[in-house]
């Protein structure tokens, strides 16, 4: 990892913290929502109301055209073709196994689960799946 503390740390933290009843809104990728993470969400929603607001953007969903890109990985610089079909199929594999994972948690644990795009404006959508409404 980075070092950074990670989702499970969150959510183990704000547990100890929060008084019971509180509405707790998870902001997050949710990237690093694995079976630690999970419990301690689990947990955490035992004493609180929990949503879940997942924030990616479509270099989460999708790779980009056809062509070479640089990103860093484990802090190395790598290049890499996203025309090459195994790329794309392992990509696009990995992602569907990712959602389908999360949504499952979702619906498992009862966890209100918004999905925000980084590109679109957030209030809408959220006005929409929060029920608010427009002043």
Not at 8 to 24: C, D, E, F, K, Y
Not at 73 to 98: S, Y
């Amino acid at each position: 990892g980075d070092g950074r503390p990670g989702l499970m740390t969150a959510l183990t933290h704000s547990a100890m913290l929060l008084r019971p009843g509180a509405l707790v809104f998870v902001v997050s990728d949710l990237h690093d929502l694995d079976e630690g993470a999970a419990l301690a969400l689990r947990r955490l929603q035992r004493r609180h109301d929990v949503i879940a607001i997942r924030v990616t953007d479509d270099l989460d969903h999708a790779l980009p055209p056809a062509g070479w890109y640089a990103y860093l990985a484990d802090g190395q610089r790598v290049r890499v073709h996203t025309g090459n079909p195994q790329l794309r199929a392992e990509f696009e594999r990995r992602v569907a196994a990712r959602e389908s994972a999360l949504h499952g948690l979702s619906r498992r644990a009862r966890l209100p689960l918004v999905e925000l795009r980084t590109q679109h404006d957030p209030l809408p959508v959220l006005r929409q799946q929060l029920g608010g409404r427009q002043s």
